[in-house]
């Protein structure tokens, strides 16, 4: 591994933090398309502040663009104010047209800009390397680092200066607020910090990637824990994952680096999403097809408890009577069974003790329609789930 | 170049008149559809369906090796309606929310496109040239095939929408009645969302992913603010959406260096803005001028009550009383007491001021009538 490429790895790996953690709190505060229209509608100010500066990595290029990204925030803002359209059409609404006049400001001025709308939008890590930051004849790394550096310290200390904030007016804004704690001040922190660290990465990564790196690891993340220390930790850990495996993916296939840091990041996503152990798109249809069984076992012993008559309790008939599948009937018998809720005898199904114990409870809160405690006696009841 | 030489133009040249057409069926396309995704709530879907487009574009060429328009097209459709069905399973099995899931499968998709891009351009085949143009759009390689292509698409869109006009409607705005009644919801709700990623395929070749979301929805929101009608929203839509085409391309036909796909957004975005401030009922300017005007009428009856709570105590409702004594109460200006001596309820004398019987009707009545002449 050369040093250009451990480079690049590095800085990887330091925008991916950086961006995994406002994400986080993006993603918790349903602002995530947020970050979609602040990548977007900083291409006018990056534009500007190119034609100031004439240098893609001045700190006045980077404060300019983010004041574009905040600008964009409080116009998506003010048109939800308005009441005119719903909330994210005005999202919809402000990040086209600004990147427009973006783009147009590119076009119209081409030959004297050496500004590409690509390489905003997409950016190229691999040149990240040569451009190096020289102070005092030392050649000290190349300049994305530092700059994704001291983004990722200032986003860091603010992390844990205001994590007590964050957390509070994250999840109950009124608590937040009548404990003192401005939602305004930490809204527009929030927001800044994103511009920031948007304006800050898309030179490494490029604008659309960004998005790809604050929402894809925090989402995952989600799908895993509720705790909000451990989301941040996994979403962090996503992120340098998908930047390192990501870069030799680029590597092997001799493609765009960010293309396949954020392929990386899908393929993450998709392993979560299919397998996380509790929100998991798996476990959530499992969950339901036991729920279903659960559901029909409870009308069977509802149906049973209703009726005494030896006809009404055939095990022919009940296939009948509920209008069940022979299969789906079978699963609910067997069920019933393992669980000594029932016995059958001569083809005749009855309750046993536990059985109508249980049934009469269950009634007693469909009756007071407290449906959920079912849930919980489940846990009591049930040897075996459906 | 003045106007009527441009009209010519357009009729005379074959180039600039397959554009001109070409974004006019575009924009009435989007905007005919997009209104459904404005009114649905989806205004994002858009954005999420265009960036999911890109790897379809790239994984159809992989696999044709040629640069046929509609594979291509087909290609970013298959790709689209696999992430528009992704995020509603996102939606529905999952915690996490909408916007997570658009953002989520926006930026995934897009960065496995630019990868397939990417891992093209390295591949030795002379062909691959030009793939990029679907995301920024080059409305100057449209030919008139493809403008065929959008306007029997648009058609057959118009068709669908009509037939299941009613249905459409109901579910729009409420979906648990249309459940109800009987209408399969989930059909009609793919039938909808379909056509929306029909339309924004159409598209990227004209204006790019990046954009496309823009073409849906600002012709839809700018019809919004004009009526409360669907129909006519979803004609004005159209409409808005037709001359942004039109206008765009005759800006950019008229300037160097100017790319036709983010003029058309600047346009369509120029007829936003111009329908939020102007728009009669729902316009801010209108609104404004309404919130002003209903605090003077309140500040004059405010004064008025006022006055005739004094000229109650005495028998002569028309003893003057000091202009003075106003002075403490809040709603009083020497504005509106002008106003009020100009509706005759009041008369000055000096620095005296006196209630005429009318004004002592009117304010008798203020609180338990309507007062018709202020609505």
């Known amino acids: 591994m050369s040093s250009a490429q451990f480079e690049i790895q590095l800085i990887a790996s330091l925008v991916a933090v950086a961006c995994a953690i406002p994400g986080t709190f993006l993603v918790l505060r349903k602002m995530a398309m947020i970050s979609d229209a602040i990548s977007h509608s900083i291409l006018p100010g990056i534009v500007i502040g190119f034609f100031i500066t004439h240098d893609l990595n001045s700190p006045l290029l980077i404060l300019l663009a983010a004041l574009t990204g905040i600008v964009t925030v409080i116009l998506v803002e003010y048109i939800q104010k308005t009441g005119l359209v719903k909330e994210d059409t005005a999202i919809g609404l402000v990040f086209p047209a600004l990147f427009s006049i973006g783009v147009i400001m590119i076009a119209k001025n081409a030959n004297d800009v050496h500004l590409d709308v690509d390489a905003v939008l997409l950016g190229e890590l691999a040149f990240a390397p040569f451009d190096r930051l020289v102070i005092a004849g030392h050649d000290v790394g190349p300049k994305s680092l530092w700059i994704v550096g001291t983004i990722l310290a200032i986003t860091v200390t603010l992390l844990f200066t205001f994590f007590k904030e964050l957390k509070v007016s994250t999840f109950d804004k009124g608590l937040a607020a009548s404990l003192g704690f401005s939602p305004a001040i930490l809204h527009y922190g929030l927001m800044s910090v994103s511009s920031v660290t948007t304006v800050g990465a898309f030179d490494a990564v490029g604008a659309i990637l960004v998005v790809a790196l604050m929402i894809a690891p925090a989402a995952a993340a989600y799908l895993l824990t509720t705790n909000l220390k451990k989301m941040l930790g996994l979403a962090i850990g996503f992120g340098i994952f998908s930047a390192i495996f990501g870069y030799w993916v680029a590597h092997w296939l001799d493609a765009s680096i960010a293309g396949s840091i954020t392929t990386v990041l899908g393929l993450v996503f998709l392993l979560v999403y299919l397998f996380a152990p509790s929100k998991g798109i798996i476990a959530v249809l499992y969950r339901e097809r036991q729920q279903r069984t659960e559901v029909s076992l409870l009308t069977f012993l509802l149906h049973l408890k209703n009726h005494d008559d030896l006809s009404e309790r055939h095990v022919k008939h009940l296939n009948e009577h509920i209008n069940w599948q022979k299969v789906r009937s079978k699963t609910v018998l067997d069920l019933a069974i393992k669980n000594n809720m029932i016995t059958i005898d001569n083809a005749i199904v009855s309750l046993t003790e536990k059985g109508d114990e249980f049934t009469s409870k269950a009634i007693n809160y469909i009756i007071t329609n407290e449906d959920t405690q079912i849930e919980d006696m489940k846990d009591d009841f049930f040897l075996f789930r459906g | ?375």
Request: aromatic share 10%; charged share 15%; net charge positive.
């Open chain 2, 1 to 375: 170049m003045d106007i009527t030489e441009y009209i010519q133009l357009v009729f005379t040249d074959y180039t600039l008149r397959t554009i001109t057409l070409g974004t006019a069926v575009l924009g009435a396309a989007t905007g005919m559809l997009g209104s459904f995704a404005v009114l649905r709530k989806q205004s994002l879907l858009g954005d999420a369906i265009s960036h999911a487009a890109l790897p379809g574009i790239a994984i159809a060429f992989l696999i044709t090796g040629a640069k046929d328009t509609n594979t291509l097209l087909i290609g970013a459709l298959v790709s689209g309606l696999i992430g528009t069905f992704w995020i509603r399973g996102i939606v529905t099995k999952t915690h996490l929310k909408s916007d997570t899931a658009l953002g989520l499968i926006l930026s995934l998709f897009f960065g496995f496109g630019m990868l397939l891009l990417t891992f093209i351009q390295k591949q030795p085949n002379a062909n691959q040239a030009g793939l990029d143009k679907y995301l920024f759009g080059q409305a100057a390689t449209l030919v008139e095939s493809d403008v065929w292509l959008m306007a029997i698409v648009t058609g057959i869109c118009l068709i669908v929408m009509l037939t299941f006009w009613k249905e459409f409607k109901i579910l729009l705005f409420d979906a648990d009645y249309t459940k109800t009644l009987g209408f399969n919801t989930k059909t009609i709700d793919i039938l909808i969302t379909s056509f929306i990623v029909l339309a924004i395929v159409l598209g990227l070749q004209t204006v790019g992913v990046v954009l496309m979301s823009a073409m849906l929805l600002a012709p839809a929101a700018a019809a919004r603010q004009w009526t409360n009608s669907l129909a006519m929203m979803v004609f004005l839509a159209a409409l808005f959406g037709a001359f942004s085409g039109v206008f765009g391309t005759a800006i950019s036909a008229t300037q160097n260096n100017l790319s036709t796909g983010p003029v058309i957004v600047l346009v369509a975005s120029v007829f936003v803005v111009f329908s939020f401030v102007f728009s009669p009922s729902r316009g801010l300017l209108f609104k404004q001028i309404r919130f002003i005007k209903n605090r003077r009428d309140l500040e004059l009856h405010k004064t008025l009550a006022f006055m005739h709570h004094i000229a109650e105590t005495h028998e002569d409702i028309s003893h003057p009383h000091a202009i003075k004594l106003l002075n403490n109460f809040q709603g009083y200006t020497r504005s509106t007491l002008q106003k009020l001596v100009e509706k005759d309820y009041v008369e000055l004398k000096g620095n005296m001021w006196s209630l005429t019987k009318i004004g002592f009707e009117t304010a008798a009545n203020l609180y338990t009538k309507q007062v018709t002449e202020n609505e």
